[in-house]
């Protein structure tokens, strides 16, 4: 058996393959990467790497050969139509390497969305199902450091959190639970075929809930001020993608409550 995992230099793929690596034998891991030299920590750790570059698919036949298990994680690239090619490379390769079971990492709700991001991943999607093999959509929320944006520190210097005009929600998680729900079930052989998970939060939060989570890891007031003066590219971002609806795929894969908006915000505000 063995699972081969794209992307596995990046934050996401190296939180999988950590998480993994307490499941299962690293014999069994297979880590592609598009640059030799930050995939070498892995073979120390006795984990195979091979090359693979979504925008060379004479490469992608080796770098699949004998996947039992093929996780996908999607392109980082800005372009969604150069995107979606990377993903048909990866798709044709993987069907015709014969791999036996091929997981993608999505974006949480995307028929609810209306951007070429979310429509980028359902093509995606799609191609997978037309390819015919079986599969299993993780479809990941926001992750939590999108807050980031919002320039928290200088919200707690200035004891005020400018935000854009909006009645905004958010159901994010952090990478990591993403992780370790995708090693658990990248661990699990045999399940979850043909199965879509939504990777949100079971709850939303909002910008009130973020300013008193400031409030209180400062021990200086914190409000939210809606300025319609604010911009920022990730609220033109926000208000096109799904960013409230819930579900309790993440929950029940991870067996354990997630990771707390307080919790996150406290280690991204860590030095
Ligand atoms: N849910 C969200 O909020 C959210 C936010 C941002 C992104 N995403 C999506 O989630 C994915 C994983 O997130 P992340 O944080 O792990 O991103 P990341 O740290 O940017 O990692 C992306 C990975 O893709 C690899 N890659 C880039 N171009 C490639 C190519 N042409 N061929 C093969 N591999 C290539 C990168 O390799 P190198 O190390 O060589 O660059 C890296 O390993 C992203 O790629 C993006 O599609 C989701």
């Known amino acids: 058996m063995s699972i081969v995992i794209t992307g596995a230099t990046g934050k996401l793929g190296r939180l999988i393959i950590e998480r993994l690596l307490e499941q299962v034998p690293a014999q069994q891991i297979v880590a592609c990467v598009r640059r030799l030299d930050p995939g070498k920590p892995y073979e120390a750790q006795g984990i195979e790497v091979r090359y693979c570059d979504y925008d060379r698919p004479e490469s992608l036949a080796a770098a699949f050969a004998g996947a039992t298990r093929l996780l996908m994680i999607s392109s980082p690239h ?65 992750y939590t450091d999108f807050v980031q944006a919002l320039d928290l520190p200088a919200a707690i210097s200035k004891g005020r959190l400018d935000v854009a005009p909006g009645d905004w929600s958010f159901h994010s998680v952090t990478r990591r639970d993403l992780a370790e729900a995708i090693a658990a079930v990248l661990a699990a052989p045999g399940e979850h075929h043909n199965r879509t998970y939504e990777l949100t939060a079971p709850g939303t939060w909002n910008f009130a809930d973020l300013a008193a989570i400031l409030s209180e890891l400062s021990g200086r007031p914190v409000a939210v001020q809606h300025d319609s003066s604010v911009r920022h590219w990730i609220y033109g971002f926000l208000s096109r993608i799904d960013t409230s609806s819930t579900s309790d795929d993440l929950v029940h894969l991870l067996g354990r409550p997630i990771t707390t908006l307080r919790e996150s915000v406290k280690e991204l505000l860590a030095p």
């Not at 036996?100 to 429509?119: I, K, M, N, Q």
């Open 78 to 142: 800005h372009d969604d139509t150069i995107r979606l090619r990377q993903h048909a490379h990866v798709i044709e390769a993987a069907k015709q390497s014969k791999v036996e079971h091929l997981l993608y990492t999505g974006f949480a709700f995307p028929e609810r969305g209306a951007c070429s991001p979310v429509w980028m991943h359902l093509a995606t999607e799609y191609a997978i199902r037309a390819a015919g093999m079986p599969f299993t959509f993780l479809r990941n929320a926001l």
